[in-house]
């Protein structure tokens, strides 16, 4: 099978198996595991932040962000695709007490006029208080569309201005620098906490990071106690995450150059509907024409391509570190026999 239904589905490779099982470990709830407490440092050093925690997800690494920033009763603008919004369970309701000012964003990039319009005067005590303008890059229901650089130091001037704070949802940060060459610590420079999972393109089994001031991280580390979230010897998995940040990193342009082949392809096919200008990274949506979603779905299970859903009448493929560039010849070969 050939499985393009997310980045998330990659397994760790033989050589991360091994720094895995001969990682130092300690009891992290005591701060004594040297291998998460190297990964933490490492990844604040490599995004220019005071300081960095290990978290079990990236759902828990954005909401405990929100969490920090915010008070109950404050309100987070964003896109209204953003995955804090439409997948996380409803969490920042759930666990922080906030409500959520959304968007309708191009391609998931949010303008500062946008934002603005939104923003509740602060004299209006009997409105929920506006706290905290998020941003995803790259950005998942858009498709891996990355956020212009230009734009989200807008955004933080705005925020300067009206005394926001800035969260970025950075689950595919990495594939953002990447592709445009531009720093994690310089996307990360505009913002107060940033999240980044281990666990996507990287090719790690579990974790993400945040990342931000001291004072927020330990109160993040507070939170995440509280909600369930101390572990003990994850020196394990940071031993993973370390891995993938050196070795998987810089890899990740395969994968983009894999979807464009992929988008390419598609493109050429009359049956399907694709804008292959916004496939900038590892992820791509098309919209068959003659079938519906879940046709597709099946029929190119059948022939040993596993494909996902990315919204109403759209298919959504995810090209991963476990998909060679044969299985991307492979993937069009079946493409082309359902499709057409
Ligand atoms: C943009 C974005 N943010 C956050 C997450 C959540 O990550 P996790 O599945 O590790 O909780 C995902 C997962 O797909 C994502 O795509």
Request: a negative charge.
């Amino acid at each position: 099978m050939i499985d393009l239904r997310s980045d998330t589905v990659t397994k760790p490779s033989k050589e991360m198996r091994n720094v895995m099982v001969n990682a130092e470990v300690g009891d992290d709830v005591y701060r004594e595991d040297p291998t998460a407490n190297r990964l933490q440092k490492y990844c604040a050093e490599l995004f220019g932040k005071e300081d960095a925690l290990f978290v079990p997800s990236g759902v828990m690494g954005n909401q405990l962000c929100l969490n920090v920033l915010t008070q109950p009763g404050d309100e987070i603008i964003c896109d209204k695709n953003a995955h804090i919004f439409l997948y996380e369970s409803g969490s920042p309701a759930m666990l922080s007490g906030l409500s959520m000012n959304l968007i309708d964003g191009q391609n998931g990039v949010i303008t500062p006029a946008e934002v603005e319009t939104l923003i509740r005067p602060i004299s209006a005590y009997y409105m929920p208080r506006t706290k905290v303008i998020e941003v995803e890059n790259t950005h998942n229901v858009a498709g891996g569309v990355v956020h212009p650089i230009e734009n989200i130091k807008a955004l933080k001037t705005l925020a300067d201005k009206h005394r926001l704070k800035m969260h970025l949802d950075g689950a595919r940060l990495w594939n953002a620098s990447v592709a445009t060459g531009i720093s994690v610590a310089e996307y990360s420079a505009y913002f107060d906490t940033v999240s980044v999972c281990l666990s996507k393109g990287l090719g790690s089994p579990v974790g993400s990071i945040i990342l931000g001031e001291k004072e927020m991280i330990e109160e993040a580390f507070r939170v995440r106690k509280g909600w369930g979230g101390g572990m003990r010897q994850i020196g394990i998995l940071a031993a993973a995450g370390l891995y993938a940040i050196e070795n998987n990193f810089s890899r990740l342009s395969e994968d983009h150059k894999n979807a464009k082949e992929l988008a390419e392809n598609i493109a050429k096919m009359e049956s399907v509907e694709i804008d292959t200008l916004l496939v900038q990274t590892n992820i791509l949506m098309f919209k068959p024409r003659t079938m519906s979603v879940e046709e597709v779905i099946v029929k190119s299970k059948e022939k040993g391509l596993l494909l996902g859903h990315g919204g109403v009448g759209v298919v959504r493929a995810v090209t991963h570190m476990d998909v060679t560039d044969k299985d991307i010849e492979k993937a069009v070969l079946i493409l082309s026999q359902v499709l057409n």
